[in-house]
């Protein structure tokens, strides 16, 4: 039996979709107000059998953070899929980014040793992976700390997973670059599509990995089939800018390119009169500081080391752009 934590995001319903087609057993943990359709509307964009399919899962109501409710669906299991995530780059949500990303993970591998777990997979971030000034950032750079609560609580995760395997868990990690895929038009990179498809002015002048999101639950897979452990693999496909990524987006929806770069100076402009913004009408703020640095930050991420372990052969960002943006149209 696997479990699933993190099934209604976007890894965790197109990895359910991998599972039940090759006829695995499935527990899918969710919290008790989650929305479980989103992950039958994900399976909708690639069989017509998708409400069958769906019915193979068998969900199970619980949190990463209630030990009790996860020893419950941890019975009969032997692998893990852990998924589960949050993900914000306001310091505003530190807590709650620490209560899930760091405490969550630590009691997945708790439960995971405890119930003698046969394999894991946990799915980081590169936001977690150290980073070279002008080189290629692979899985060997050294990690420093930084101002980004997001990349510091999935580092912190990561050390949880590290734990557990040095106590004994068969485990491999996973660091995707922005994960594109259909499904979730208010997060993550679905977002960032709202967004271009809202029409676009300026762009931000960095750059950065990307990746399709059959592809990274694909790799997760053959790691855990292939007993690959004790390890972790940089999931991108190609870097691109997001000059670039925006463009093509914008080019798949009928839309203007943005022309104008949107660099340092005019962001923390935009970021004050987000914060009075958010002050004055009691709304979430769409900008912090963090996410400002990593929309001007050029980084180029190696995948040599999944190619090598996996001979793995990724599908190209423009063409996971343009599938994405037929699902997004429709």
Known sequence: MILVTGGTGLVGCHLLYL??????????LHRKNSKIDVVKKVFSYHSDSFEELFQ????????INDT???????????????CAAFISFDSKDLSSLKKINVEGTANIINCSLDHKIEKLCYV????????????????DCEWRENSNPYSQTKYNAEMEVWRGIYEGLNAVIVNPGVIVGSGFWKRGSGAFITQISRGMKYYPPGSTGFICVEDVVNIMHELMSNNIFSKRFILVAENWSYKDFITKVSSNLDLKPPTKKAGKNLMMLALIFDILNSWFNKRRRK?????????????????????????????????????TCVNFKN
């Open 19 to 28: 599972l039940v087609n090759k006829n695995k057993k499935i527990k899918a």
């Open 56 to 63: 193979k899962i068998q969900w199970v109501e619980g949190d």
């Open 68 to 82: 009790e409710s996860l020893s419950e669906a941890f019975k009969d299991v032997t692998e893990v899929y852990h």
């Open 124 to 139: 980081s971030s590169i936001a977690a992976i150290g980073e070279k000034t002008n080189k290629v950032i692979n899985e």
């Open 287 to 323: 900008l912090s500081l963090a996410s400002i640095n990593s929309s001007q930050s050029k980084n180029k991420y190696s995948n040599a080391k999944i190619k090598s372990e996996l001979n793995y052969s990724f599908k190209s960002v423009e063409k996971a752009i343009e599938e």
